[in-house]
């Protein structure tokens, strides 16, 4: 709103400034219909500038509001995946414990052996130099293990040559996989 403020004051000065001859006919001599229709015609455009002006602010405004709606869905996200993981190693605690605790030693190194498998893949997703990807696809892994669907994920660890930016591309994985998921079920 304070653009279009100073839009319309800016045009009144530069619109005064050039006036100048039509200030003096205007109080020397009665308008004109020429110059009567040049003063609407100026003041229209001036408003309808402000208007517009005003309506892309509003729009930016929008924008920035869903972004940040976004930014806060995407870290909920994060959070419950934090959760899940949290969830799922004091299950695999309690696991060992109870194992060890029955001496079952070969359950116990069947089930260690599946662990450290299942690890070294998620050290290498949480190993990337971006979070936002790491939990996304953690996220994913484990939602694969839920439904019983086969993922297998390649990735360079250097994004950086993507021509997009790390929001965008975290969005445009996200809808990937979840297509693929959709599709699988």
Same mark, same amino acid.
């Given at each position: 709103m304070n653009k279009a403020l100073v839009l319309i004051i800016g045009s009144l000065i530069v619109f005064y400034i050039f006036s100048g001859n039509l200030k003096k006919s205007i109080t020397t001599l009665p308008l004109t219909i020429l110059q009567s229709l040049i003063i609407l015609v100026?003041? $229209?455009?001036?408003?309808? /500038?402000? $208007? +517009? $002006?005003?309506q892309h602010e509003h729009q930016i405004q929008i924008l920035k509001e869903t972004a940040v709606k976004q930014q806060a869905h995407d870290l909920q996200l994060y959070l419950n995946t934090l959760k899940a993981s949290r969830h799922e190693y004091n299950s695999h605690i309690n696991t060992i414990h109870q194992l060890l605790? &029955?001496? !079952?030693? !070969? !359950? +116990?190194?069947? *089930?260690?052996?599946? =662990? /450290?498998?299942?690890?070294? *893949? =998620? &050290?290498?997703?949480?190993?990337?130099? $971006?979070?936002?990807? &790491?939990?996304?696809?953690?996220? *994913?892994?484990?939602?694969a293990r839920k439904k019983q669907i086969a993922l297998t994920i390649y990735f360079d660890n250097n994004l950086s040559k993507l021509p997009m930016s790390l929001y965008d591309l975290n969005k445009l994985l996200?809808? =990937?996989l979840t297509n693929a998921f959709e599709a699988s079920a």
């Open positions: 100026v003041a $229209f455009i001036m408003i309808s /500038i402000a $208007f +517009l $002006f005003l605790k &029955s001496n !079952q030693l !070969q !359950q +116990l190194n069947d *089930y260690m052996t599946d =662990l /450290i498998t299942d690890n070294n *893949y =998620l &050290s290498n997703v949480a190993g990337l130099k $971006f979070p936002e990807i &790491s939990a996304l696809l953690y996220r *994913y892994e484990l939602l996200g809808n =990937l």
